[in-house]
């Protein structure tokens, strides 16, 4: 019985610690909070995609897209971008799946991550490219 007991404080302890390092030390650090820090406030994308700290997003209203590659990030016309291509960079036998989206405020490509899949980045790289196309 008492291993029991002692067992739950030890495991609620950690818990517990685990919980508060998170909320002192992790404030302002997440993924959604680093993408959010690059985007304009009123920003409401009928499209977007987010993945780890990378981001597209596009909001017809403004005509606007949104690109954040952490700690990069912009905000440009859909005519603006130069090229949209795909990439994949493996390593022992795990690919990961990015898009490279270039545009003349930056001086390398962004590059939004889509994980380990293919069919989601090609199926952004579509409409990302008929976003383009139609600008």
């Not at 997003?57 to 912009?74: C, M, Q, T």
Request: glycine residues 10%; charged residues 25%; proline residues 6%.
């Amino acid at each position: 019985m008492h291993d029991v007991v002692l067992g739950a404080v030890v495991f609620g302890g950690l818990l517990i610690g685990i919980v508060l390092s998170y909320r002192l030390f992790m404030r302002g650090d997440t993924n959604q909070e680093r993408v959010n820090s690059r985007l304009p406030k009123d920003f409401k994308p009928e499209w977007s995609w987010r993945c780890g700290d990378t981001f597209v997003g596009y909001e017809p209203s403004s005509d606007r897209l949104a690109i954040v590659d952490y700690p990069h990030g912009a905000v440009v016309r859909p005519g603006e971008v130069t090229s949209v291509e795909p990439l994949d960079e493996g390593a022992l036998g795990i690919v990961h799946r990015w898009l490279v989206v270039n545009v003349p405020k930056t001086p390398a490509g962004l590059r939004v991550w889509f994980g380990l899949s293919a069919e989601k980045r090609d199926a952004a790289l579509v409409r990302l490219k008929d976003i383009i196309a139609h600008r």
